[in-house]
């Protein structure tokens, strides 16, 4: 019922984004994407879109911008805040979480309500503190204990089809605290 996708860098998200998409159009079904991230990853698209532009490939390949829901970004480039305005691109962040985590989840939920899910999850959405392993550490990010409440809960949804948990670099891993919460966020979605 699920397919899950165990990556390298966010880069392997517009692939399957993609296939994810072609799916969507042959069986009739609405696509929605929520993406787990520190980053909105939509700079100008250069000829392979790389872990920067992953997700605004993807909207330019015609994946509706409505059905995408962005969380925990934290640190944009301008031209991202630019495109994801003009783009109507629905964003929690982190402080909206922090205030009620049990809300904001069912909202999350709502989102995907009645559509095909996929769910992509970047590692540095999780703090430093908790995940110090991955490309670009960006503080203020969730908790170990909310990212896994989260996805726990999201894990119970029948419309859940495809999921990525993507950037653990597993090199200078404090403890193997990056890997083990990578570890423990798919044992919840299996």
């Known amino acids: 019922d699920k397919i899950i996708f165990l990556g390298g860098d966010h880069s392997i998200s517009f692939s399957t984004g993609v296939a994810f998409l072609e799916y969507c159009k042959k069986t009739g079904k609405q696509p929605c994407l929520i993406i787990f991230d520190a980053h909105p990853d939509c700079m100008p698209v250069t000829k392979n879109p790389n872990h920067e532009e992953w997700l605004r490939a993807l909207i330019e390949k015609e994946f509706p911008a409505e059905n995408i829901l962005l969380i925990g970004a934290r640190n ?6 630019r495109f994801l ?4 691109v629905k964003q929690i962040s982190i402080n909206q979480l922090n ?6 989840t069912d909202i999350i939920m709502e989102f995907a309500s009645g559509k095909e899910l996929y769910a992509s999850f970047d590692i540095d959405v999780v703090d430093p503190a908790f995940a110090p392993s991955t490309g670009y550490l960006e503080p203020g990010g969730l908790s170990s204990r909310q990212a896994i409440y989260i996805i726990s ?3 119970l949804m029948k419309n859940l089809k495809v999921t990525d948990i993507v950037e653990v670099n597993s090199k200078n891993d404090i403890q193997g605290m990056t890997v083990k919460l990578a570890s423990k966020i798919l044992a919840e979605l299996l």
């Not at 205030?99 to 904001?104: A, H, I, P």
Request: glycine share 0%.
């Open 76 to 81: 944009s480039d301008q031209e991202e805040i």
């Open 85 to 88: 305005a003009e783009k109507k």
């Open 99 to 104: 205030e009620n985590l049990q809300d904001m």
């Open 153 to 155: 809960r999201m894990s």
